[in-house]
Protein backbone atom coordinates (compact mmCIF):
# COMPACT_ATOMS: atom_id res chain seq x y z
CA UNK A 1 0.00 0.00 0.00
CA UNK A 2 1.61 3.41 -0.99
CA UNK A 3 -0.23 6.38 -0.70
CA UNK A 4 0.25 9.42 -2.68
CA UNK A 5 2.38 11.76 -1.62
CA UNK A 6 2.05 13.45 1.67
CA UNK A 7 2.79 16.91 0.93
CA UNK A 8 -0.51 16.80 -1.39
CA UNK A 9 -2.54 16.24 1.80
CA UNK A 10 -0.75 16.30 5.03
CA UNK A 11 0.84 19.43 4.95
CA UNK A 12 -2.63 20.90 5.43
CA UNK A 13 -3.64 18.59 8.21
CA UNK A 14 -0.14 19.14 9.72
CA UNK A 15 -0.10 22.68 9.47
CA UNK A 16 -3.57 23.28 11.04
CA UNK A 17 -3.06 21.08 13.39
CA UNK A 18 -5.43 19.07 12.05
CA UNK A 19 -8.19 21.70 12.39
CA UNK A 20 -8.35 22.16 8.58
CA UNK A 21 -10.38 20.16 7.34
CA UNK A 22 -11.47 18.50 10.79
CA UNK A 23 -13.55 19.74 13.85
CA UNK A 24 -12.21 22.15 15.94
CA UNK A 25 -12.50 19.27 19.01
CA UNK A 26 -9.85 16.99 17.39
CA UNK A 27 -7.16 20.00 16.97
CA UNK A 28 -8.29 20.86 20.66
CA UNK A 29 -7.37 17.38 21.57
CA UNK A 30 -4.14 17.19 19.64
CA UNK A 31 -3.26 20.09 21.79
CA UNK A 32 -3.76 18.38 24.84
CA UNK A 33 -2.18 15.38 24.17
CA UNK A 34 0.67 17.30 22.99
CA UNK A 35 0.76 19.10 26.01
CA UNK A 36 0.69 15.93 28.38
CA UNK A 37 3.43 14.57 26.55
CA UNK A 38 5.71 17.04 25.80
CA UNK A 39 5.52 15.70 22.08
CA UNK A 40 4.48 16.29 18.33
CA UNK A 41 4.51 12.56 17.86
CA UNK A 42 0.25 12.51 18.08
CA UNK A 43 0.42 14.70 14.81
CA UNK A 44 2.26 11.69 12.87
CA UNK A 45 0.62 8.97 14.45
CA UNK A 46 -2.66 10.79 13.36
CA UNK A 47 -2.27 11.60 10.29
CA UNK A 48 -1.14 7.51 9.78
CA UNK A 49 -3.90 6.45 11.27
CA UNK A 50 -5.71 8.76 8.76
CA UNK A 51 -4.23 6.75 6.54
CA UNK A 52 -4.94 3.41 8.10
CA UNK A 53 -8.71 4.23 8.37
CA UNK A 54 -8.91 4.89 4.87
CA UNK A 55 -6.87 2.54 3.50
CA UNK A 56 -9.74 -0.03 2.00
CA UNK A 57 -10.94 2.91 -0.08
CA UNK A 58 -7.55 4.32 -1.23
CA UNK A 59 -6.84 0.75 -2.51
CA UNK A 60 -10.15 0.73 -4.16
CA UNK A 61 -9.38 4.22 -5.94
CA UNK A 62 -8.40 3.77 -10.11
CA UNK A 63 -6.71 7.04 -10.41
CA UNK A 64 -4.71 9.20 -9.16
CA UNK A 65 -6.96 12.12 -8.63
CA UNK A 66 -9.50 9.96 -6.87
CA UNK A 67 -7.30 9.18 -4.21
CA UNK A 68 -6.30 13.01 -3.28
CA UNK A 69 -10.22 13.64 -3.32
CA UNK A 70 -10.90 10.67 -0.81
CA UNK A 71 -7.80 11.61 1.05
CA UNK A 72 -9.65 15.18 1.23
CA UNK A 73 -13.09 14.16 1.55
CA UNK A 74 -13.81 10.93 3.34
CA UNK A 75 -12.21 12.14 6.47
CA UNK A 76 -14.57 14.84 6.67
CA UNK A 77 -17.81 13.13 6.75
CA UNK A 78 -16.47 11.18 9.48
CA UNK A 79 -18.28 11.64 12.94
CA UNK A 80 -17.22 12.07 16.82
CA UNK A 81 -16.84 8.54 17.27
CA UNK A 82 -15.13 7.65 14.21
CA UNK A 83 -12.76 10.82 15.27
CA UNK A 84 -12.07 8.60 18.83
CA UNK A 85 -11.64 5.74 16.87
CA UNK A 86 -9.04 7.55 15.56
CA UNK A 87 -6.99 9.33 18.49
CA UNK A 88 -7.39 5.91 19.99
CA UNK A 89 -5.33 4.32 17.37
CA UNK A 90 -3.39 7.30 16.70
CA UNK A 91 -2.26 7.39 20.70
CA UNK A 92 -1.36 3.47 20.51
CA UNK A 93 0.73 4.66 17.60
CA UNK A 94 4.19 2.57 17.43
CA UNK A 95 6.51 5.38 16.87
CA UNK A 96 8.98 6.51 19.43
CA UNK A 97 10.50 9.39 19.92
CA UNK A 98 13.91 8.39 18.88
CA UNK A 99 12.12 7.11 15.66
CA UNK A 100 10.68 10.75 14.89
CA UNK A 101 14.45 12.23 15.54
CA UNK A 102 16.21 9.97 13.39
CA UNK A 103 12.92 11.09 10.46
CA UNK A 104 13.93 14.52 11.09
CA UNK A 105 17.30 14.19 10.59
CA UNK A 106 16.78 12.41 7.43
CA UNK A 107 14.51 14.95 5.93
CA UNK A 108 16.91 17.61 7.08
CA UNK A 109 19.39 15.87 4.99
CA UNK A 110 17.29 15.29 2.07
CA UNK A 111 16.48 18.84 1.98
CA UNK A 112 19.68 19.69 2.53
CA UNK A 113 20.87 17.86 -0.17
CA UNK A 114 17.69 19.36 -2.64
CA UNK A 115 18.81 22.70 -1.79
CA UNK A 116 22.77 22.51 -2.32
CA UNK A 117 24.15 22.72 0.48
Do not use: H
Not at 57 to 77: G, H, N, S, T, Y
Amino acid sequence: FFPPPAVLYASQWLMTLFSTPFPPILSARMVDVILLENSSRIMLSTAVAILMFLKEDLMACQEFEELIMCIKVEPVKWDTARLRQLLSLALASPFSEAQLRTARVIVERERGRREGG
